[in-house]
């Protein structure tokens, strides 16, 4: 079996063909596939970007919410302050209640029941075992809980911060 010395034939043949003036130069597969030639329809041709807008930091955005909020909060104090009637009632209106905000941390408690999730899956788990309390997701996982010894048991309930008690 013949073969040719290391480092002869490829690279004389690509440069051959580089210097060769009469063959039209083949594109490369990424000059094949670029888009860089084709007009974009989606940008627009008259944006200018603008220099004067400066980025804002969190604090500088959460500052300037809370001071926006403050000014609303304000400015309908004075709008029940002002439909007051002598005496200090309300003149026919009810006060509407504030609504959390994104940064208001005043939210009323969920009227959702909490949601129990499996100790072992992570999966929904409707179903607890009356045994170790362990909560699980279906049948596979109970037969798998029954074979569980007390104190992995008492790890999966300590790991859902249950204080263990395994009968």
Same mark, same amino acid.
């Given at each position: 079996?013949?073969?040719?010395?290391?480092?002869?034939?490829?690279?004389?043949?690509? +440069? $051959?063909? !580089?210097?060769?003036?009469?063959?039209? =130069?083949?594109?490369?597969?990424? /000059?094949?596939?670029?888009?860089?030639?084709?007009?974009?329809?989606?940008?627009?041709?008259?944006?200018?970007?603008?220099?004067?807008?400066?980025?804002?930091?969190?604090?500088?955005?959460?500052?300037?919410?809370?001071?926006?909020?403050?000014?609303?909060?304000?400015?309908?104090?004075?709008?029940?302050?002002?439909?007051?009637?002598?005496?200090?009632? +309300? $003149?026919? !209106?009810?006060?509407?209640?504030?609504? =959390?905000?994104?940064?208001?941390? /005043?939210?009323?408690?969920?009227?959702?029941?909490?949601?129990?999730?499996?100790?072992?899956?992570?999966?929904?788990?409707?179903?607890?075992?009356?045994?170790?309390?362990?909560?699980?997701?279906?049948?596979?996982?109970?037969?798998?809980?029954?074979?569980?010894?007390?104190?992995?048991?008492?790890?999966?309930?300590?790991?859902?911060?249950?204080?263990?008690?395994?009968?």
């Amino acid at each position: 079996m013949f073969r040719p010395p290391k480092g002869s034939g490829k690279k004389k043949l690509a +440069a $051959a063909a !580089e210097s060769d003036p009469s063959s039209p =130069p083949v594109p490369t597969l990424a /000059e094949q596939l670029s888009y860089i030639h084709y007009p974009r329809p989606f940008k627009n041709p008259n944006y200018a970007k603008n220099v004067n807008r400066r980025t804002k930091n969190l604090k500088a955005v959460l500052t300037q919410e809370r001071e926006r909020e403050r000014v609303e909060r304000e400015r309908k104090r004075q709008e029940r302050e002002e439909k007051m009637d002598i005496d200090g009632t +309300a $003149a026919g !209106e009810e006060l509407e209640e504030e609504l =959390p905000t994104y940064s208001s941390i /005043e939210a009323p408690p969920s009227v959702l029941p909490q949601r129990k999730y499996c100790d072992i899956t992570g999966l929904e788990g409707p179903y607890t075992d009356p045994a170790t309390g362990l909560r699980y997701h279906d049948k596979s996982i109970y037969e798998m809980i029954k074979g569980l010894n007390a104190s992995a048991a008492k790890d999966y309930l300590s790991a859902r911060g249950v204080n263990p008690i395994v009968k």
